[in-house]
């Protein structure tokens, strides 16, 4: 059975053929996987020609208005204004795609999925949910990250859910340990809605429940879910990529000045060097992290960052195809009605 | 005139000798500033004798229990529980200290400093704020950091207050640029709380408003004040740490890998590499900007990290210095009545 991914190909900084190349990329390997591509016919034409794999299997879908984000999500929702993000969500929602990419406004492609793609059953709020490396080499599950500014007691445990649903079939860890961001670690500590998730996430079986997290242990690997509503999730997430993105631009200032080393007589040190440190930034590279996952619809939709590269949207496409083979929305249906029984 | 600063010797994860350490470091050129040693006398004797510089001028308060992180609030705001940061706050309360620095429970201070010391004129929350670096090279300041876990518009509007007094008087910024922290950069996105906060902080001539701060953005330079509820300001500092943390453990890894560089040849190359790396991790080591500020109180109350070492130390008892030279509770109180006026 070929799995079919729609991609919006426009609504990206770097312009449609990043998209649309790192897109075939990720599935040049798999003639299994067919792509609907979305957007303006002639160039995904000329692109998809210009490229020695196979593309037969691939679709094209004219759609060649990018989503405004001056649009009013009132006409937007009503379909009076045409868009390739609405174009290939309908494509997901009839049934022909089996999962979205897109690196178009989050808030509108959250609102249109919601709008015609439809919740996953038992599930009140989707929300965003992104993997993060650890220290420990074993990657965490993050959520919400802005879905739902705000988020009470129910909500946070759902999120617990989807999280947990995440972490088995993605990851691949049994059972996996679930924290609530927070800001101190004993039990007393944070607002009401954190301290009552707590009791909730504590009385719930179908979660191993490991406490607190403080933002500062987001990638210490004592959790592999960890669930905060929308606005802290966001700004812990942020935060994050700020201060490794400075660290970067810090080591950048600090190569420049070891520039000289490269004309030394002996390149061996030099080479050795800019390998160590090349390694770093790519530890800290948000394109080999992108793609976050709108969790609790009834289907995978995977939202791109919008100032991704060929290769960062390749790897949204991989998390895509990696949630539809997991069967993540099934998953996360069945953890809530399991939870409901 | 004699600058008087009381210090909380105990509650901190080095003991407190690091602590007196610190603290005479910091004051070992200023013999016009004396310490008000709070803790284990005999301790504090044997440390002080065994200092070249003259130590005269400090004085020992006998209080050997630390406040105990299981003491009853209400007990400890009573004065029916002795701590050494009871006995330093009211020091300070009854005008004998110009201010405090301790590295015990951030909220017993804030509760003990708010019960004891009181309020600045015009405020209706302290908050915690802290000046962190930039790539500007121009810190920044971020409050709230987890004295109040949810803030209104008009606490918000406060802060930014607070934080204008702060970067004018400490870090000499003529009309410093204050941000919202929010998820998104238009008007219309965020809670409520920020956008009408927003609204305030636009028709207030005395704040130089420049809108929204996104959380990668907290270290770019865009802003000198950046303006948050407690809570995710607190997880916005704290994230930033742990991914800078994360990034030094990387570097270190690295070194690691590099360290047979240390026999070859030439060591040249290998020395300006780590001299070159050992500057990255001074831009990220915490301890140069240990120290945050409770503002909002009528006098300079510092808290300083629990794990700071003795330099680290010593850099939040300079930053209670210079809060008292610049006059900032005073400033505070001018400021929010010149806007009350």
């Keep these: 059975m070929t799995l079919r991914i729609a991609i919006d190909t426009l609504g990206a900084d770097a312009g449609a053929a990043v998209l649309i190349d790192g897109a075939l990329d990720a599935v040049a390997a798999r003639p299994d996987i067919a792509l609907n591509l979305v957007g303006e016919p002639e160039s995904i034409r000329r692109l998809l020609s210009g490229r020695s794999d196979d593309h037969n299997r691939h679709t094209v879908t004219p759609s060649p208005r990018p989503l405004d984000l001056t649009d009013s999500l009132r006409l937007t929702l009503r379909g009076a204004l045409a868009s390739s993000m609405r174009s290939a969500i309908e494509s997901v929602a009839d049934g022909s795609c089996d999962a979205l990419v897109s690196a178009g406004s989050t808030g509108a492609l959250m609102a249109l999925s919601r709008h015609l793609v439809g919740r996953a059953q038992g599930v009140d709020r989707p929300a965003i949910a992104k993997r993060l490396p650890t220290a420990s080499g074993r990657p965490v599950w993050l959520l919400d990250l802005g879905a739902n500014l705000k988020a009470g007691p129910e909500q946070l445990h759902q999120f617990a859910h989807m999280g947990t649903a995440l972490a088995e079939s993605v990851t691949g860890i049994a059972t996996p340990r679930v924290a609530l961001l927070n800001i101190g670690s004993e039990f007393h500590k944070g607002p009401a809605n954190v301290r009552t998730a707590a009791q909730l996430l504590a009385e719930d079986n179908a979660i191993?429940?490991?406490?607190?997290?403080?933002?500062?242990?987001l990638f210490a690997g004592s959790a592999?879910?960890?669930?905060?509503?929308?606005?802290?999730?966001?700004?812990?997430?942020?935060?994050?990529?700020?201060?490794?993105?400075?660290?970067?631009?810090?080591?950048?200032?600090?190569?420049?000045?070891l520039a000289p080393l490269e004309t030394a007589a002996s390149q061996e040190p030099a080479e050795r060097v800019s390998a160590g440190l090349r390694r770093v930034f790519n530890a800290y590279n948000p394109q080999l992290y992108n793609g976050a996952s709108l969790v609790g619809l009834s289907r995978v939709i995977v939202k791109s960052h919008g100032g991704a590269d060929r290769e960062g949207f390749a790897q949204a496409v991989r998390t895509a195809i990696e949630e539809v083979e997991m069967n993540v929305p099934e998953r996360i249906a069945g953890c809530l009605a399991g939870r409901l029984a």
């Design 208 to 217: 191993r429940h490991v406490g607190y997290v403080e933002a500062h242990d």
């Design 224 to 257: 592999d879910v960890i669930v905060a509503e929308g606005f802290a999730g966001n700004v812990a997430l942020k935060a994050s990529e700020g201060a490794a993105q400075m660290a970067a631009h810090v080591l950048r200032e600090e190569l420049r000045r």
